[in-house]
């Protein structure tokens, strides 16, 4: 089974920097694609940010130029760096991982349990 576990969620004030980390653990044979997703209060679950595990990125126009993503693949680890934080930007952040447990078998995916981010105004 494969575990995945975000920190670096907390409170912040508007303009604010935050640094999410996520950390994928057990049976891991190769990582694929990593990514961030939000979901505030009342909404639908959105996507924020991908990373190949080649470094190719994919960042949705509302954090463009504000979140960076980025990963370590010794660590199995993928980061999302968050500056110039706005309210809006308030959810519940969850990674997500496309990871193959063994050469003989696909890739599945996996999520992280989220971690809260609160941006106040």
């Known amino acids: 089974q494969v575990q995945l576990v975000e920190s670096g969620g907390g409170l912040v004030q508007a303009g604010g920097s935050l640094r999410l980390s996520c950390a994928a653990s057990?049976?891991?044979?190769?990582?694929?694609?990593m990514g961030w997703h939000r979901q505030a209060p009342g909404k639908q679950r959105e996507l924020v940010a991908t990373?190949?595990?080649?470094?190719?990125?994919n960042i949705v126009d509302s954090v463009k130029g504000r979140f960076t993503i980025s990963r370590d693949n010794a660590k199995n680890t993928v980061y999302l760096q968050m500056n110039s934080l706005k309210p809006e930007d308030t959810a519940v952040y969850y990674c997500?991982?496309?990871?193959?447990?063994?050469?003989?078998?696909?890739?599945?995916?996996?999520w992280g349990q989220g971690t809260q981010v609160t941006v106040s105004s």
């Open positions: 997500n991982a496309d990871v193959r447990d063994s050469y003989y078998r696909f890739s599945s995916d996996y």
């Open positions: 057990g049976r891991i044979f190769s990582i694929n694609a």
């Open positions: 990373i190949t595990s080649g470094g190719s990125t």
